[in-house]
Nanobody
């Protein structure tokens, strides 16, 4: 049974930092592309960042230069380092695993339950 469990969310002031983690189990993690998505109230779910099994990264324009995605294949974990956060980064953040990198959540094979990030102004 595949599980993706996100953690690290919380309340942070604008300009601050958070590091989200997504721990994977039940799959051969090193063979999967991983993505982070987010959904704010009243908005559609959107792509945030992705990393291929080979380590190539991709970011949404809205987070480029502020967020960094990384993976630790020994720990079966993908991270999202969030720096210089803004109130508009407030959302539920989800991780997803797929055989191929995609900007579309529906093309991933597995997803987590999410962790809430709230940025105060």
């Amino acid at each position: 049974q595949v599980q993706l469990v996100e953690s690290g969310g919380g309340l942070v002031q604008a300009g601050g930092s958070l590091r989200l983690s997504c721990a994977a189990s039940g799959l051969t993690f090193r063979n999967y592309a991983m993505g982070w998505f987010r959904q704010a109230p009243g908005k559609e779910r959107e792509f945030v960042a992705g990393i291929t099994w080979g380590g190539r990264t991709n970011y949404a324009d809205s987070v480029k230069g502020r967020f960094t995605i990384s993976r630790d294949n020994a720990e079966n974990t993908v991270y999202l380092q969030m720096n210089s956060v803004k109130p508009e980064d407030t959302a539920m953040y989800f991780c997803a695993a797929g055989q191929y990198f995609s900007l579309r959540l529906g093309e991933y094979d597995y997803g987590g339950q999410g962790t809430q990030v709230t940025v105060s102004s």
